[in-house]
């Protein structure tokens, strides 16, 4: 829950002084389930920079699409917080 609310805090901290100017969502299977992908382009005072999540139930989690299996563990680090 700490994690949660410091990525959130983050974020609000971040969008008070960047904006979204692009936006795309790609599929990611993982364990033959088919998760969201968001890649957003983010223009911020120092230039523009890409980020990436992965959308488990409604909730998104960072990770670098260049690196190999990381959004797939994104995927798995959001299942693991699922409340079942």
Request: charged share 20%.
């Amino acid at each position: 829950m700490l994690k949660r609310s410091a990525t959130l805090i983050s974020l609000f901290v971040l969008s008070a002084c960047a904006s979204v100017s692009n936006e795309t969502f790609s599929p990611i299977v993982v364990d033959g389930d088919t998760y969201q992908l968001r890649t957003r382009t983010i223009e911020g005072p120092n230039g523009a920079y890409e980020t990436t999540s992965a959308r488990v139930d409604g909730i998104y989690y960072l990770c670098r699409i260049n690196s190999p299996g990381d959004c797939e563990a994104a995927v798995r680090r959001g299942l693991e917080e699922l409340p079942f």
